[in-house]
C-alpha cells in the first residue's frame, strides 16, 4: 500500500499506557514504567531513569484513536533508544511504523546522539528497521525477555556531519621568506 501523510504528535504516559497494556505487552508480570534503565547491547545504568525524560509519540486517526505509538529516550551522551512500537493492524504497511521510526531519529538528532537504538521482538517489524537504515546487531535474545525472543538493531551516524573548512594554500611564490 501506498504510504500516507500521519501526524506524529507528542503526547504524555498516561495516553499511551492503555495501549501498551493491552497491545504491546498484555499480561505483563513486570511493572510498566515510562523509562527502562536498559543500556546499548546489554546491561542496566539504574540512573537512565534520573537523568533522561522519554517523549511519547502517537498517531491518532480522525477518530481520535492512537493507531501507532512508539516512545524514546537517551541512554548515554551519545545514544538514544527507542522503546516500544505499535500500529493498528488495520493501518499497517501505511507508513505510520516509518513515521514513528522518524520522529524519535529527530528526537535523537535534538538531544545531540549520534546512534539510535531498540530492542524490538524478532517480527517483521525488523524489516521495517532495516528500511529506514537500521542494522541488527545481535542474535536473538530470549533470557531475560519476557516477550521475546529480542534482537537489537540499531541506526549509527544520526547527526550531520560537519563541513571542514578547507585552508587555502599558498603557492610557493607568494610564500614571503
Not at 498517531?59 to 527507542?82: L, P, V
Not at 522518524?102 to 517480527?123: F, H, N, Q, T
Request: proline residues 8%; hydrophobic residues 35%; charged residues 25%.
Amino acid at each position: 500500500m501506498d504510504s500516507e501523510p500521519f501526524t506524529v504528535v507528542t503526547v504524555d504516559f498516561e495516553t499511551v499506557l492503555p495501549i501498551w497494556q493491552n497491545e504491546i505487552w498484555p499480561g505483563r508480570v513486570t511493572p510498566i514504567k515510562p523509562i527502562a534503565p536498559m543500556t546499548y547491547l546489554g546491561g542496566y545504568d539504574m540512573d537512565i531513569p534520573n537523568l533522561y525524560k522519554p517523549t511519547f509519540f502517537a498517531i491518532f486517526d480522525e477518530f481520535g484513536r492512537i493507531i501507532g505509538t512508539t516512545s524514546g529516550y537517551q541512554t548515554s551522551a551519545d545514544h538514544f533508544r527507542c522503546r516500544t512500537m505499535y500500529v493498528n493492524p488495520e493501518f499497517r504497511r501505511r507508513g505510520l511504523a516509518v513515521a514513528l521510526v522518524r520522529a524519535v531519529e529527530d528526537a535523537a538528532i535534538k538531544a545531540g546522539c549520534d546512534l539510535s537504538w531498540g530492542l524490538p521482538r524478532v517480527s517483521p517489524m525488523m524489516a521495517m528497521f532495516e528500511k529506514c537504515g537500521w542494522t541488527q546487531v545481535s542474535e536473538p535474545i530470549t533470557e531475560g525477555m519476557e516477550f521475546g525472543p529480542n534482537v537489537y538493531m540499531m541506526k549509527d551516524g544520526l547527526r550531520p556531519k560537519k563541513k571542514r573548512k578547507r585552508r587555502s594554500r599558498k603557492k610557493s611564490s607568494e610564500i614571503v621568506r
